[in-house]
């Protein structure tokens, strides 16, 4: 007998009906994301240029770059209204003594009911704005380095060329100061001591050639 009294305590509890609470939620988010990118163009290469001779040699390029992002929202809502809808489930259904009971479902005549507004924040910002800087750097050099270096030599016998060149007229220079300042001493004139031509025939002086006999006759 207890264990039949059990098995109908068992169906009863299955065929009693459950009540279902339903609960509504809303989520919301907002953001924005931007993006910046920072192009590196390639510059011109750094050359050697001299008398008709370029010579290409390795380039470094530092720079260094500032940029800014100004953003805002229109129009600017910080709150938003949400909803809060009737729950109520007091009818649908009825227990063992037939009374009534909810079903797990709205009442007809309450479903879509708005109870009331509730103030959510939207997290939205009226305006933001950032500031970002960096440096890129870019290195070059040439692939053909042979060629770099005889255009190096071929530079470097080029200024030789130039440093004999200006030796020659120097000491062209030198000896016509000389000729003109001794021609001058010969001729008995000179420039006054102390003033600025002076300094040009200050190194200056006249001796007797050797090997050159130098005689005066005494006359009677």
């Avoid at 279902?20 to 050359?47: H, L, M, Y």
């Avoid at 720079?63 to 805002?72: E, I, K, L, M, N």
Wanted: glycine share 8%; charged share 20%.
């Amino acid at each position: 007998m207890k264990l039949f009294k059990y098995i109908l305590i068992g169906l009863s509890i299955i065929n009693t009906p459950l009540k279902a609470n339903s609960i509504n939620t809303t989520s919301n988010s907002s953001g924005s994301v931007v993006n910046q990118a920072v192009q590196v163009v390639p510059s011109r290469q750094f050359q050697y240029q001299m008398n008709g001779i370029s010579c290409q040699g390795a380039t470094l390029n530092i720079s260094p770059f500032v940029s800014t992002t100004y953003g805002y929202a229109t129009p600017y809502e910080p709150y938003f209204d949400r909803p809060i809808y009737s729950t109520r489930d007091i009818e649908g259904d009825t227990d063992d003594n037939g009374a009534a009971i909810g079903d797990g479902d709205v009442d007809a005549g309450y479903r879509g009911e708005i109870l009331y507004f509730e103030k959510v924040r939207t997290g939205m910002r009226q305006s933001n704005t950032s500031i970002n800087g960096g440096i890129t750097a870019t290195f070059s050099i040439p692939l053909d380095r042979t060629k770099v270096k005889q255009c190096r030599k071929a530079m470097q016998k080029q200024n030789e060329l130039y440093e004999a060149s200006l030796a020659a007229k120097r000491l062209n220079y030198e000896m016509s100061r000389a000729k003109t300042c001794a021609d001058n001493l010969k001729n008995g004139f000179r420039f006054k001591p102390g003033t600025a031509m002076a300094k040009i025939c200050s190194d200056i002086e006249l001796i007797t050639p050797p090997n050159v006999e130098h005689t005066h006759k005494i006359k009677k």
